[in-house]
T-cell receptor, first 117, second 114 residues
Framework: AQKVTQAQTEISVVEKEDVTLDCVYE???????LFWYKQPPSGELVFLIR??????QNEISGRYSWNFQKSTSSFNFTITASQVVDSAVYFC??????????????FGSGTRLQVQP | DAGVIQSPRHEVTEMGQEVTLRCKPI?????LFWYRQTMMRGLELLIY????????DSGMPEDRFSAKMPNASFSTLKIQPSEPRDSAVYFC????????????FGDGTRLSIL
């Protein structure tokens, strides 16, 4: 069975600080996909990134960066120079290979990020 | 492009009543998912369809819950009879079958059962 753990329930930082959100996953599949979604106070779920298990290259998108380490089963998310608008709940999620016929997402419990002005 | 459309956005009803939640996936997407979000259990899959056929309904809590997808552009999630513990935010998401494309979520239906 697959599992996603986000050990940090809530993080509070001051604007312009860097912050890293941790994600650890478990799966028996050799092919899988990892995702990050953002849920702002308005409630919608916004897709941020998807990585497949064969691509361990780190990714940067503006102030966002992701560090995928298969050896430690982690897919961490860093926000550089945080802003108040980054305040949200962030979810890490896992999807098994399409070969298993199961493409639904297993979500972590989320990390609430509060960025204070 | 229109995203996933869910209706209603909010629903308040008394226990015992039938509740129907609706979802219109993104045009061209052939996989549709229903998730439920609660404080206690977080985000969990209820059921998902591929090409209008239910593939995995193992997350459906009990027989009071049912879901249908009569065509590629419409799905319903029905609760009958509703109970206070069904209060949650229900999300619909859609994607193309092509290998694990990101799921696009609707804005959710906030359901309150009194």
């Amino acid at each position: 069975a697959q599992k996603v753990t986000q050990a940090q329930t809530e993080i509070s930082v001051v604007e312009k600080e860097d912050v890293t959100l941790d994600c650890v996953y478990e799966t028996r599949d050799t092919t899988y996909y990892l995702f990050w979604y953002k849920q702002p106070p308005s409630g919608e779920l916004v897709f941020l990134i998807r990585r497949n298990s064969f691509d361990e290259q780190n990714e940067i998108s503006g102030r966002y960066s992701w560090n995928f380490q298969k050896s430690t089963s982690s897919f961490n998310f860093t926000i550089t120079a945080s802003q108040v608008v980054d305040s949200a709940v962030y979810f890490c999620a896992l999807s098994e290979s399409a070969d298993t016929g199961r493409r639904a997402l297993t979500f972590g419990s989320g990390t609430r990020l509060q960025v204070q002005p | 492009d229109a995203g996933v459309i869910q209706s209603p956005r909010h629903e308040v009803t008394e226990m015992g009543q039938e509740v129907t939640l609706r979802c219109k996936p993104i045009s061209g997407h052939n996989s549709l998912f229903w998730y439920r979000q609660t404080m206690m259990r977080g985000l969990e899959l209820l059921i998902y369809f591929n090409n209008n056929v239910p593939i995995d309904d193992s997350g459906m809590p009990e027989d009071r819950f049912s879901a249908k997808m009569p065509n590629a552009s419409f799905s319903t999630l029905k609760i009958q009879p509703s109970e206070p513990r069904d209060s949650a935010v229900y999300f619909c998401a859609s994607t193309q079958t092509v290998t694990n494309q990101p799921q696009h979520f609707g804005d959710g239906t906030r359901l309150s059962i009194l």
